[in-house]
């Protein structure tokens, strides 16, 4: 029988240079690790004892070594695992972080680029980055959620 979990996050960490000047940071899959090669964002599990939010900080900084200075919900998607027979619930985040900051990479990723959206979405291996990139631009526009801070903004 095909198992379901909410158990998963996708965290976009994003940057706003200017008016309209958005950059995500993507990471390149290792080889030996998951999907080898693959252009990503930060993603992975939620801990038994964490809330999406909390993981979405926990896995941020485990693989980036980045702290986020605003957290905002975004989406939910499903996708399926054959290998576990399993349809999964990521949450998608937007974390806004310091760029100046250096990235620190674990060993499941071996580069990482800051990519305005479209060179992004050119270079991401998953088709989804593009959906969750418009939402992130349209919900954060102004650089928060506008009237919907109170909804998405997580504290």
Same mark, same amino acid.
């Given at each position: 029988?095909?198992?379901?979990?909410?158990?998963?996050?996708?965290?976009?960490?994003?940057?706003?240079?200017?008016?309209?000047?958005?950059?995500?940071?993507?990471?390149?899959?290792?080889?030996?690790?998951?999907?080898?090669?693959?252009?990503?964002?930060?993603?992975?599990?939620?801990?038994?004892?964490?809330?999406?939010?909390?993981?979405?900080?926990?896995?941020?900084?485990?693989?980036?070594?980045?702290?986020?200075?605003?957290?905002?919900?975004?989406?939910?998607?499903?996708?399926?695992?054959?290998?576990?027979?399993?349809?999964?619930?990521?949450?998608? +985040?937007?974390?806004?972080?310091?760029?100046?900051?250096?990235? =620190? /990479?674990? *060993?499941?990723?071996? @580069?990482? &680029?800051? !990519?305005? +959206?479209?060179?992004?979405?050119?270079?991401?291996?998953?088709? =989804? /980055?593009? *959906?969750?990139?418009? @939402?992130? &631009?349209? !919900?954060?526009?102004?650089?928060?959620?506008?009237?919907?801070?109170?909804?998405?903004?997580?504290?």
């Amino acid at each position: 029988m095909t198992h379901f979990s909410i158990g998963v996050v996708d965290v976009y960490p994003v940057v706003r240079d200017a008016p309209g000047a958005w950059r995500v940071l993507l990471l390149e899959r290792a080889r030996g690790a998951r999907s080898p090669g693959a252009w990503e964002v930060v993603h992975g599990k939620i801990e038994h004892d964490e809330s999406p939010p909390e993981a979405a900080r926990r896995e941020l900084r485990e693989e980036t070594g980045l702290v986020t200075d605003r957290l905002y919900s975004i989406s939910a998607h499903p996708f399926y695992v054959g290998a576990t027979d399993t349809v999964y619930m990521a949450v998608t +985040f937007a974390a806004f972080v310091d760029a100046r900051h250096a990235v =620190r /990479l674990g *060993s499941e990723h071996a @580069a990482h &680029a800051w !990519l305005p +959206f479209d060179d992004a979405i050119a270079r991401a291996t998953w088709p =989804r /980055l593009e *959906s969750q990139l418009h @939402a992130i &631009a349209k !919900l954060l526009a102004t650089c928060d959620a506008g009237p919907a801070e109170d909804v998405l903004r997580c504290p």
